[in-house]
């Protein structure tokens, strides 16, 4: 059973997200939370398996508490689903860097947001290669601050920078084992392993980090 704690300040929302999410079979709503303080004290109490954060919130707001949960050893398996009502927001971007497994705006289909709960919760990558570059390609041409490092590129092998820009570019762990020619197996060993390396909880993040290192630019295979 998928346990999932919904974090937003609106009750009608919270409300429609647990009536859907409740008549799932394979998902349950463990607690609700109307504020980002709330949402850490519950993450932490509860430990559930996905977290439906909005952004904007009192007290706490969702950035502060997706980050606190993310650095949080004691959460490494509570995954961050952020919620936002327009798909480019650069608030999504530096959710993504502090630990989101990914985000869904709020107008999203139902069965998309019962598909995303499954998805984040066996452990895989959310969103679309195609839109997780688009935001990140969107916010490096807005920014005009530099943006610290995510991790340590220097690290990571030749082999595993390959595969971190493989990743970047929106590349499944089955079209790397074609592209490098090797099994699906190792691939996703090398996946994991440049994860672990560039300190990246999921592929959100790895794709964040090759695009701050300079492995891809904007523009590339849209």
Known sequence: MIRVLLADDQALVRAGFRAL?????DVTVVGEA?????????????????????????????????RRIAGDATLADVK?????????????????????????????????LVRAVRVV?????????????RLIAEYAIRSRA???????????????REVVTLVALGLSNEEIARRLVVSPLTAKTHVSRAMIKLGARDRAQVVVAAYEAGLVRPGWMD
């Open 80 to 112: 961050v689903i952020i919620l936002t009502t327009f798909e480019l927001d650069e608030y999504v971007f530096t959710a993504l860097r502090d630990g989101a497994a990914g985000f869904l705006v709020k107008d999203t289909e139902p069965a998309d």
């Open 146 to 160: 530099p943006l610290p490092p995510t991790g340590h590129l220097d690290a990571l092998t030749d082999r595993e």
């Open 34 to 66: 109307d504020n980002g303080a709330r949402a850490l004290d519950l993450a932490r109490e509860l430990k559930p398996d996905v977290v439906l954060m909005d952004i904007r919130m009192p007290v706490l707001d969702g950035l502060l508490a997706t």
């Open 121 to 133: 919760a066996a452990g895989e990558a959310l969103l679309s290669p195609g839109v997780t570059r």
């Open 21 to 25: 999410l409740d008549a799932q079979p």
